[in-house]
Every structure is written in C-alpha cells, then in structure tokens.
C-alpha cells in the first residue's frame, strides 16, 4: 500500500519533553576522531590500549583461550544459553570466573572465603555494570534505613563515576588528591575520611588511576588510609578496572587486601576491559566479602535481584575466555607475560613522553602508572592539538599513554609543546 503525506508517520516522541542530555565526553571525543580523515591522527582520548603498530592490544592468552572457546562453543561443551545464578551462594554469572576474580583480587583471603562460601558475587556488564551494581545495591541499603551520608571520591575522577552516584540520588564529596607537584594528596584523603560520617563509602581505584594515574604511592599510605576508614567506620569501595597494567596482578589488587587486613568493610568492581583487551565483550564483576555464609547468600539474593531488574544476566562469551584463563595454569602464566610486557611498553611511553615536555608537566606522565595522566592544560589548547595536530586528548587534560604507540610520542610531544606555548599551563 503506498503512504500518502496524512498517513506518515510523525509522532510526538514520549521523551521529546526533555532537554538534550550532556554527551558523553569521553565518547564524543572518540566520535571526533572517528570522522578526523587525517591519515596522522593520534587518539589519546578514550582510554583503550594499542599496541605498537597501532592495533588494539589483545593478550596472547586472550586469543588463545578465544580459540578453544569459541571450538567449545561449535563442539557443544558450551552452549548459548543463560547463565543463571548458581552453586551454593548463586552466584550470577560463571562460577569459574567468579571463583577466579576471587582469587585475582583477594589473594591471600581468597581461600578461606571461598571455602567458607563468604563471597557474594555476579558477573557483570563491564566494569561500568558491577559500579552500577553496587550503587543499586547501596540503594538499598538507604531504603532499609541505613544512611549513606556521602560518597567520597578524589576531585580529579573518572567522570562517570560521578555521572552514575549523583543520578541515583548520593550525596557526594571531593577532595583534592593531587599535590601541585604531581605527588598524591594524602593529608587532603585522610582529612575527608576522617570528616566524613559513618555508614559513608570511599571509591577508590586499585592499581592505576583514571584519570591521573596517581594513586596512593606505597603500602604505608595505603595502611594509613585503611586504619582511619575503619577508625571512622567508612565502608571502601574499590574500582579495579586497571589490575596488572603497573606492577602486576598480585602487586596492583594489594591496596584491596591491606583494607582487609585493617577489617574494612569491602566491595570490589573489577573489569576485563583492558587487562583483557575485552572492551565490547563487557566482562566484569562485583564481588562482596561477608561475614559468613548466611549473610554472603542474602547479599548475593541482591545481586541478583538487581541484575535480574537491569541486565536480566551477565555476558557468559567474555566469561568464558577469562574463566578458561584462570582454569590453565599456562594460559594464567601467559597472560601475566603479557601483561607485564605491555606495563613495560606503557612505562617507557611515559618515559619518552615525560624527557621532551616542560619541567612542570613532565614528573606529571613520568609518575603516573596505567593508561591515563591528566596535565593542566586548557580546554584551548586540548582544541588547537586536535585542529592543527589531529591529537586527541579529553578536554580535561586527560591523556591515554595507551593510544600514543611509540613512534608517535615524538609528534605528540612536539604538538603538546606548541600547544603548551600558545596557551600556558593553567595553575
Ligand atoms: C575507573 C573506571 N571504572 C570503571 C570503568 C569501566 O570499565 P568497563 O569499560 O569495563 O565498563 C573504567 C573504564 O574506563 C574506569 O576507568
């Protein structure tokens, strides 16, 4: 039947009351350079890691257990159906994966909770889907009358970490955690904690740092931060979305176990994305140590119930790959060989980087670990690098050492000076 003009389509959208969202900022730079047709273009914006011919990074270990699983899929060892919550404590999502992300991030711990089934747990959406996890699950807590008077997070943070607590409604505070000399703020991370009511929770990362790369910088501080979270009954969220992109698997989740060993009440977030180079994959998890089983069960209940509420289930392809990993002892010593190789190659960017920029923002990229640094420098000049240059960085001075190879770092570094001495540093 042909469509005359009265019969089209033109309805009133059921969202069209509402003004335009905020783009996203990280993805809106990656859509700029998506449909930049110069052929010299450098993306150090969204923060994926590419290796040295300018490919994305995957693991070796990656492909190999990609290999055997998608033949277990065509074999039928592995099916295409959901995963449900199961095992004991019904956890969401592969229990060989969730028995093995226990083990990554809990290390010394692990054992005794997993044989006492003291860990509520699910698989999830990414990273991304186990920080919103635990936020919903948060809700719920304030709903059963148990406050969360504020959420505390460093005030240079990974932007949807914001976008996503003050959306479900928390109250937050920052502070400062960078010193002007590029060093972490302790005083300043002590002094909230410290200001901050009990029943509050404390975000932070394990490993690098999104987006400064600057965490906390030995055991003792780390320790110190744990002793005064317990001393003010501050709870501790930890985001590991970065884990053996510094120092390794055991050295980069340690910041995780040092709160445990003070007895501070604990959830992690842990991601895939990069250490597995599984960005689309979206391989993630949450994981709560509790008290005992009983309490491990019912926190694990509402889990589920919130992924059954969001996501329905989690994304078993990317699960599988990484389950297979920790189930082969090769395969594991594999992908730590990997891992430490592209730490080295991501440290000696940093190095190259740091030796051709300015006294003042060198130490900046030099001290910084992981994928990102952040350097003051102005949303002009961020502009006049991605018009005259075609480089790409986040408007807040955001850089992804991951996205430069190393036969860029000469070009950026010469773009990043030109840029710094037509628009000086912001202090
Ligand atoms: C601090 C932090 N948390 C969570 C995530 C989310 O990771 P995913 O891509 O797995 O959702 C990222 C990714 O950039 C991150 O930097």
Redesign the pocket.
């Known amino acids: 039947m042909r469509i005359n003009e009265t019969h089209r389509y033109h309805p009133k959208n059921m969202f069209g009351v509402l003004p335009a969202a905020e783009h996203d900022k990280?993805l809106h730079t990656k859509n700029l350079y998506d449909a930049d047709p110069r052929k010299e273009k450098i993306n150090a914006g969204i923060?994926v890691i590419n290796d040295d011919k300018g490919d994305l990074w995957i693991p070796k270990a990656v492909r190999s257990a990609r290999r055997r699983i998608v033949d277990k899929y065509i074999s039928g060892l592995l099916t295409h159906n959901y995963m449900v919550p199961s095992g004991k404590l019904e956890w969401g999502g592969n229990p060989d994966f969730i028995r093995g992300t226990a083990n990554l991030v809990f290390g010394e711990y692990a054992h005794e909770l997993l044989a006492s089934n003291r860990i509520a747990a699910t698989g999830t959406?990414?990273?991304?889907?186990?920080?919103s996890t635990f936020l919903e699950a948060l809700k719920e807590r304030v709903k059963s009358g148990k406050p969360v008077p504020a959420i505390i997070y460093g005030s240079k943070?990974?932007p949807?970490?914001e976008w996503m607590i003050d959306t479900r409604g928390f109250k937050s505070k920052t502070f400062a955690q960078i010193k002007k000399d590029g060093s972490y703020n302790l005083e300043e991370t002590l002094k909230a904690v410290n200001e901050a009511k009990p029943g509050s929770v404390l975000f932070l990362?394990g490993g690098a740092?999104?987006?400064t790369g600057i965490n906390p910088e030995t055991e003792e501080q780390w320790r110190t931060i744990a002793k005064t979270a317990k001393k003010n009954k501050i709870d501790v969220f930890f985001?590991?979305?970065?884990a053996g992109l510094n120092k390794g698997l055991d050295e980069d989740t340690k910041p995780l176990r040092i709160f445990m060993d003070e007895n501070v009440s604990v959830a992690v977030?842990v991601?895939?994305?990069?250490n597995a180079g599984l960005?689309g994959e979206?391989?993630?998890a949450l994981l709560v140590p509790a008290a005992n089983a009983n309490e491990a069960k019912r926190v694990g209940g509402l889990l589920n119930r919130i992924m059954r509420n969001t996501v329905s289930s989690p994304s078993a392809f990317g699960e599988a790959i990484i389950a297979e990993i920790f189930n082969d002892p090769i395969l594991f010593a594999r992908w730590k060989k990997d891992l430490s190789s592209v730490s080295r190659m991501l440290h000696k960017r940093r190095e190259l980087l740091a030796q051709s920029l300015p006294e003042n923002i060198g130490p900046l990229i030099r001290k910084g670990a992981g994928i990102?640094s952040t350097i003051p420098i102005s949303e002009k000049a961020v502009n006049f690098l991605r018009k005259e240059y075609a480089i790409y960085v986040l408007g807040n001075g955001r850089i992804n050492i991951g996205g430069i190879s190393t036969d860029q770092i000469p070009r950026f570094a010469l773009a990043l000076n030109a840029a710094l001495r037509k628009y000086p540093i912001i202090t």
Not at 125 to 131: D, E, I, L, Q, T
Not at 239 to 242: E, Q
Not at 271 to 274: E, F, L
């Open positions: 990280i923060g959406v990414g990273g991304s889907g186990a920080v943070h990974y949807n970490h990362q740092h999104n987006p985001d590991i979305p970065y977030a991601s895939y994305s990069k960005y979206r391989v993630g990102f």
